[in-house]
């Protein structure tokens, strides 16, 4: 004796469904936008970007014993005047949060007291730090050029650079960042101590003033 397989809607007691003959196929919530293929495979591609480049520049920087993140915050005081800028620049230009300030650990970075503003905190880099950077710029720029830039010309920089801060200008709409703070236009390395609009700067270790 075959007993017919039923079940009742969730709700509705009394309206019994055939489980053999009830889809299981998913549908898409009305109002939903759907990727194409092509945007699949697009958003796809730079979400392995994302994951295997960090990793891949940390790997050419292990002799000098710095990952690819702490090799920017490097940068970034390098060029800065005085090897200092206040916590919250330098977290700007290197797009992160200043309390993840492993540099420290490695004596490679000090903190201290702002002069001019005892309220701010300034990140100044040793000469160890130094040190560690001219080391290790070759290393780094060896690594981009051979993983990201070998292949496209100037155009294809532009190009690169344009899509880039594209999405960006989405991800930081206040323009927090270095990298999104001038506009699409925008040719100053992010990592550079950028030049003070603001007469009435207190500290030289903010150069670029807060909107």
Request: glycine share 6%; hydrophobic share 40%.
């Amino acid at each position: 004796m075959r007993v017919k397989q039923t079940a009742r809607v969730l709700g509705d007691p009394a309206r019994p469904v055939n489980i053999r003959t009830a889809s299981c196929t998913p549908t898409v919530a009305s109002g939903s936008a759907v990727l194409t293929r092509d945007q699949r495979v697009a958003v796809a591609r730079l979400h392995a970007l994302l994951e295997l480049l960090p990793t891949a520049l940390d790997k050419e920087l292990a002799s000098a014993g710095i990952t690819s993140f702490e090799f920017t915050r490097l940068e970034a005081l390098h060029e800065a005047d005085h090897h200092r800028l206040r916590l919250s620049a330098l977290a700007a230009r290197t797009n992160a949060t200043f309390a993840r300030l492993s540099l420290e650990r490695k004596h490679l970075v000090v903190r201290a007291p702002c002069e001019e503003d005892g309220r701010a905190t300034n990140a100044i880099l040793t000469d160890a730090g130094e040190t560690v950077f001219l080391e290790s710029t070759g290393l780094y720029a060896d690594a981009v050029q051979r993983m990201v830039l070998d292949g496209l010309d100037d155009a294809g920089v532009d190009q690169l650079a344009t899509l880039t801060y594209g999405i960006l200008s989405r991800l930081d709409p206040d323009r927090r960042l270095t990298v999104t703070a001038g506009g699409p236009d925008q040719r100053v390395c992010a990592a550079g101590p950028g030049e003070s609009t603001d007469a009435d700067a207190t500290c030289a270790a903010d150069p670029v003033p807060a909107r």
